[in-house]
């Protein structure tokens, strides 16, 4: 295997870790009108994920980082290319990071309200763009031959990419409640798993359209053949066992399975992508690969031994800091966002 | 207005917004690490009281510099694609070191400390306001090592159209890292001491309760601001004598010294004629810019002319003068900021060693205004260091005009700046709101109060 490769897996485990982690808070996120009754339970709800909610962030900024050192084209590309799509998540990651710390600083309920529709929209807007932006990498954007996209805005939002969105949207809001399960008590538990109960089926459908659809829109189908392999099948099969658990009240395994159900899904469509990280609609030859994008050998090589020093570290002390917070909430415990 | 003109105003509000949260991040967290320290080795709770309400201005300020923190790791890609390709193979290293190695050591322990009260011990939980305050300043390192490939290259070589980095070890060396970090990393703990100085002085003046806390709050920061800002000017000084030999330009813009001079005389005031480069007005100083450049008083200093000569000669025709006006006036008013910072505190030592600053009421009036001061000094500083690069994005290799990103159009970056300019005012507000609201609030002297937020509030139900 070579660097080019290994940064490529490393990317994408870095986007697994995110959509993942992130996917619960966003889902949590999405949940809290609909969940908190009042106060103290949107407290509750806000506080489940607070103790981790911005480390889990930072798995997107190592991400765009590592895209940045390993393959600066794919990142001039992309983000320059997705640029309006990139000013809504940002201007969402804004206020849903401000408002977590905020919300619950001043008593007045107009303050409480605002920012709580903050962070509503907050993870809403991301949860959304993620399987937007993910639809439109598989599927192909208009890059020309100097790696510039060409498109504008409103070519991202084509109905596959859409689809997609409405995949990453139902699966993290599903993946959030299924995080309730584990976390909550007493009624917002009761609540957290009906709500997953009724979000399951959705997720189902808008993933098996998203999926359907890539047969006409992307040439997944042909690049991985008759048999995919173990990530796409097992994908499925983790999808609909977390159905099949959720039904019997069985949080841990949903919870597992849902997760699974990311990474899984996260791994099929970068399989999809490999080798290349954006493919043009113009010409399969203007496509950036993990060679036509990356940096020079040497850097590859420092970065390689960098993460391999770093990552494990972080890993250790991520693990342990969810280790500390393993307890569910309750009415009383006392609340700090 | 073009899109270049648009997406560089877009980059300076962005950034001067989000400096305004990191300095005090960078010095408050190693104060509240210190002040832990001693809560865990004394058990003294006046210090767990400081710890708390201190930290609760912290996470309010954390908070912002996070957030904006996003918006400057995208915009690199987003508005300067052609920057990131260019250097992209350096400039991309450190910064996703920075998120591998500080983003999160801080955020991870930030959780851990703000909701581990009850489920660490004591020692434990002090551990992880250090791993905070190691993960900012961290953070600051790496972020300046970027910054400093753009003041001044080193470790590249130029192939395949791009720069490209043959030596890691030479960025982490490059004599800019280590004469910029210091000087932002003091100016950070300077900060910090103002903002806990001007605080206490207003709770000592109002006669808040727990006058233990803002005593010891005071007299702590004030020790704490003079390390600072001796230690900042002093490396301000190295700096300058670093920019002589690297960006001459520079230091001629900022001195708004037209023409070589030897002994070179410095600008006390300077009112000037940019575009036919010469004085209207000017009070000099005889003999002291050479001073303050190489501690002699001979020594000649370049000025904008015959540097604009040299470089039209290296880099072929174009114009190589920063804008004078806004490097001159930025550089001053950093000084003269830093200036009335080291007389403040040096008076304020004085008052503690004589035991009598809170009978100096003028002294204490004062210092909460002076909370400003170092935010002056932040902001201009960064200004001057980026505004007086240009033309160049990377300093002889690539000009900021070629480092836009051709695929975004002017609609587009009009619109994204007049969103993040509209949603960064509006949180500047919330975020002040916030500050001064907990700021005046003082200190929680015992456990949860009856009427504490924890409660459900029945006002809650129908929104």
């Keep these: 295997m070579d660097l080019n490769t290994l940064w490529f897996l490393l990317i994408a485990v870095l986007f697994i870790g995110f959509f993942f982690l992130e996917g619960f808070d966003y889902g949590v996120g999405i949940l809290l009108p609909f969940l908190g009754k009042d106060d103290n339970q949107r407290r509750q709800i806000i506080n489940s994920i607070g103790p981790v909610w911005d480390a889990n962030e930072v798995w997107l900024l190592t991400a765009g980082g590592a895209m940045f050192a390993a393959f600066p084209n794919w990142y001039a590309t992309m983000f320059s290319g997705f640029y309006l799509a990139l000013v809504l998540m940002l201007l969402a990651l804004i206020i849903r990071g401000v408002a977590f710390e905020f919300r619950s600083k001043d008593k007045h309920p107009t303050w409480r309200a605002t920012w709580d529709w903050c962070i509503f929209v907050g993870s809403l807007v991301p949860a959304l763009l993620w399987g937007v932006a993910m639809g439109n990498l598989v599927r192909g954007v208009p890059i020309d031959a100097d790696m510039h996209y060409v498109g504008g805005f409103w070519n991202l939002l084509n109905p596959y990419a859409l689809l997609g969105g409405l995949a990453t949207l139902t699966l993290f809001t599903f993946h959030g409640a299924t995080f309730l399960t584990l976390k909550l008590s007493g009624d917002l538990l009761a609540k957290s798993r009906a709500f997953a109960k009724r979000l399951w089926l959705p997720s189902v459908v808008a993933i098996f359209l998203f999926v359907i659809s890539g047969y006409w829109a992307t040439d997944m189908f042909t690049r991985l053949g008759v048999n995919p392999g173990v990530a796409p099948v097992f994908a499925g099969i983790a999808l609909l066992a977390a159905g099949y658990f959720i039904y019997r009240d069985r949080s841990g395994w949903t919870f597992i399975l849902s997760g699974l159900t990311i990474v899984l899904s996260t791994i099929t469509l970068f399989m999809g992508l490999y080798p290349r990280v954006m493919v043009s609609s113009f010409n399969d030859a203007w496509s950036l690969t993990i060679y036509n994008a990356s940096s020079s050998p040497y850097t590859l090589t420092v970065m390689s031994w960098i993460a391999l020093i770093f990552v494990p570290i972080v890993l250790g002390y991520t693990i342990w800091s969810y280790w500390v917070f393993r307890k569910r909430i309750h009415s009383h415990t006392e609340l700090e966002y | ?463």
């Design chain 2, 1 to 463: 207005m073009d899109a270049l003109l648009l997406a560089r105003l877009q980059f300076a509000i962005t950034t001067v917004y989000h400096f305004f949260f990191v300095p005090l991040t960078l010095g408050l967290s190693i104060m509240l690490a210190i002040m832990e320290t001693i809560y865990v080795r004394t058990g003294d709770e006046k210090y767990k009281r400081m710890v708390k309400f201190w930290g609760k201005l912290f996470l309010i300020n954390f908070a912002m510099g996070v957030v904006t923190g996003i918006v400057q790791e995208f915009q690199f890609g987003m508005n300067w694609s052609e920057y990131s390709r260019f250097v992209g193979d350096i400039f991309g290293a450190p910064l996703a070191i920075e998120a591998l190695l500080a983003f999160f050591l801080e955020s991870t322990f930030l959780g851990l400390w703000l909701f581990g009260w009850d489920k660490l011990s004591k020692r434990v939980h002090a551990f992880t306001m250090w791993m905070v305050a190691i993960g900012a300043n961290i953070s600051a390192l790496w972020i300046l090592i970027a910054n400093s490939f753009m003041q001044e290259p080193v470790g590249y070589v130029l192939r395949n159209g791009r720069a490209e980095m043959n030596d890691f070890f030479a960025l982490l060396t490059n004599p800019h890292v280590w004469a910029q970090f210091p000087h932002v990393f003091f100016s950070g703990i300077t900060t910090a001491a103002m903002f806990v100085v001007g605080t206490s002085a207003f709770h000592l003046l109002r006669k808040s309760p727990d006058k233990a806390v803002w005593h010891s709050s005071f007299r702590f920061s004030m020790i704490y601001g003079l390390i600072g800002i001796v230690l900042v000017i002093m490396q301000g000084h190295t700096q300058a004598q670093h920019m002589v030999k690297n960006q001459p330009m520079k230091l001629a813009a900022a001195e708004a010294l037209w023409d070589s001079e030897d002994p070179a005389a410095m600008s006390l005031f300077t009112w000037g004629d940019e575009k036919n480069r010469r004085d209207v007005f000017a009070i000099r100083m005889p003999a002291l810019l050479s001073i303050l450049a190489y501690n002699r008083p001979s020594g000649m200093v370049k000025g904008i002319n015959d540097l604009q000569a040299e470089y039209e000669r290296t880099y072929g025709p174009g114009d190589y003068v920063p804008p004078v006006a806004i490097t001159y006036w930025t550089f001053r008013m950093m000084v003269g900021a830093g200036m009335v910072l080291l007389v403040l505190i040096l008076l304020g030592i004085l008052y503690i060693i004589k035991e009598n600053y809170p009978k100096k009421i003028w002294f204490m009036k004062l210092l909460p205004w002076a909370i400003a001061l170092p935010y002056i000094a932040n902001s201009t500083g960064w200004i001057m260091a980026e505004v007086g690069r240009q033309p160049w994005i990377v300093f002889g290799l690539q000009k900021t005009v070629d480092a836009v990103s051709p695929a975004v159009s002017t609609g587009e970056v009009l619109f994204s700046l007049i969103i993040f300019t509209l949603l960064y005012g509006i949180l500047m507000g919330a975020d002040i709101y916030l500050l001064k609201k907990f700021a005046i609030a003082g200190t929680v002297l015992d456990k949860p109060q009856p009427d504490s937020e924890t409660i459900p509030d029945g006002l809650g139900v129908e929104l």
